[in-house]
């Protein structure tokens, strides 16, 4: 069956940065778009990054551009989330997501 492992979260200062990863089995993970989701307290989930089953493509929430970076490793079954510049809004559970199928989640809290 396909599972979704995230791992990575943590709390961090503000400014400072994070890598989460996210870890896919049960299905052909070279085939397939990966994204990451967040789900704020109080808040719908929304898309953060997205990239495309080679890595060619990418896209990102105009809110986490130039700060965040998606990136994936075929050979390991792995997307990554580079978080840099993290600021308090970015506060969020975030899920790694393909189709249908959703992590568990992993909470990112960035306070002081």
């Known amino acids: 069956q396909v599972q979704l492992v995230e791992s990575g979260g943590g709390l961090v200062q503000p400014g400072g940065s994070l890598r989460l990863s996210c870890t896919a089995s049960g299905f052909t993970f070279s085939r397939y778009v990966m994204s990451w989701y967040r789900q704020a307290p109080g808040k719908e989930r929304e898309l953060v990054a997205r990239?495309?089953?080679?890595?060619?493509?990418?896209t990102y929430a105009d809110s986490v551009k130039g700060r965040f970076t998606i990136s994936r490793d075929n050979a390991k079954n792995t997307v990554y989330l580079q978080m840099n510049s993290l600021k308090p809004e970015d506060t969020a559970v975030y899920y790694c997501?393909?189709?249908?199928?959703w992590g568990q989640g992993t909470q990112v809290t960035a306070s002081s």
């Open positions: 997501n393909t189709g249908f199928y």
């Open positions: 990239i495309t089953s080679d890595g060619g493509a990418t």
